[in-house]
């Protein structure tokens, strides 16, 4: 493993690790404050130790979430010193943003973990659902500063020179609002599917059923919005891909030669040296329908750039395929629920209802991670899109293979300790947070 793989690497490992992070941290506090939320106003203690088992959940994926954030701010001056050398003074603003989001993030949640029966019961709610809102701050402003690495504005480059700075315009660019709603729409998804897959998988065990059937019906209410908004928002994405980086858009969809009325490929296996694909599905102009509404339009294929400019074109259109494939899953189940809901009530406790839920609990994630990796991925070879190359960005300093090694170590053993906290906390269910199970009635 040479130093730019291993850089490289060590960035994809952390991003992959914190980003699972970042989206529960986006969406589990609006959960607890709607969980909360039910409990004022319907006086149901079930929704108080609901609330409580949450709140400790998020508590502990808060405190992973900032030790991986911490280190990936170390990791990008230490793995990239002339990228951030550059690019520090342009879009420092959402950055600096994100630290006040999360120092406000980590205030409300310690009142909201030590206000009970302290405060006002209406400005501990809202506590909570200020955790909520500063999370998703904190993740739309990161996302915004991600987004300039792919459409780079506010300065002026000048003979190697960035000059005449707006901060203000680098952190608003033209990708700014598209990946910020697809990710947010993404992290809805991914959390409610994962929430209501778990509490699923309790219900059709029998256990404490009250407690979990409330948190299902709750957690399923957001995944479904994600689910059902997430084509909406993918399709304003892609646009905003199209427009911006037409070799990405022809990565994803492994479009090689330049055409008129464009096909959109399902599945197939893009063969470089060949610049073909074998074994696809493709739907008769569709892609150029998707991309400006017009089937007969053109869209260029990666023929039309310098093979030295192509991101990996197998890496990025697996990811892309693998996105659509479990966002429709879950989109379908979804629907389907919604159909039992409004039409079919009685489908609502079937066990395969809840089945389908306890197999997607995944789905989200895996998704969101393919989704992250086609917006990387499908950037190189540049850090900073057409004006700096990874390649130049990386640091001379050697032995990054094994600064690599060490962090995969720390992740590993940081999942290995939430996986043992969230166990433990699921555990206690019966015992501090449902108070119809009697073993809670008995600790009373």
Known sequence: MNDFIAARGQMALSLGFHIIFSCVGMVMPFLMAFSHYKYLTTK????????????????????????????????????????????????????SLEGTAFFIEAIALGFFLYGWDKFNKWFHWFCGFLVGISGLASGILVVAANAWMNSPSGFDYENGRYLNIDPIKAMFNEAWFSQSLHMSVAA????????????????????????????????????????????????IAAKSVAKRQPIKLAAMEAHFETEKGASFLIGG???????????????????SFLVDGNPNSEVK???????????????????????????????????????????????L????????????????????????????????????????????????????????????????????????????????????????????????
């Open 44 to 95: 149901d203690e079930i929704y108080k130790g609901l609330t409580k088992a949450w709140s400790k959940g998020v508590a502990i994926l808060f405190a992973t979430g900032a030790v991986s954030g911490t280190m990936l701010s170390f990791e990008l001056g230490l793995l990239f010193p002339k990228f951030m050398k550059h690019a520090g003074p342009i879009f420092g603003m959402p950055f």
């Open 349 to 444: 406790d079937k066990h395969w209802l809840l089945k389908l839920f306890i197999i997607s609990t995944p789905f989200g994630y895996i998704a969101l991670e393919a989704g992250w990796t086609v917006t990387e991925v499908g950037r190189q070879p540049w850090i900073i899109y057409g004006i700096m190359k990874t390649a130049e960005a990386v640091t001379p300093m050697p032995g990054i293979q094994y600064s690599f090694y060490l962090f995969t170590l720390i992740f590993i053993s940081l999942s290995l300790i939430i996986v043992f906290l969230l166990r433990r906390q699921i555990k206690m269910v019966p015992y501090q947070y449902d108070y119809t199970d009697p073993l809670f009635q008995s600790k009373k």
């Open 188 to 235: 809805f998804c991914a959390t409610g599917f994962a929430v209501a897959g778990l509490h699923a998988y309790f219900l059709l065990k029998g256990k404490n059923r009250e407690f979990h059937n409330k948190a299902f019906r709750i957690s399923v209410i957001f995944g479904i919005f994600g689910a059902v908004l997430a084509p909406l928002s993918g399709d």
């Open 301 to 347: 294929g990666l023929k039309d750039f310098p093979k030295e400019h192509w991101p990996p074109i197998a890496v990025t259109h697996f990811a892309f395929q693998i996105m659509i494939f479990f966002g429709s899953v879950m989109m379908v189940i979804s629907l389907l629920y919604l159909f039992a809901l409004f039409f079919k009530k009685k489908w």
């Open 269 to 287: 296996i893009p063969d470089e040296k060949e610049e073909v694909v074998k074994y696809g599905v493709k739907i008769p102009k569709l892609l």
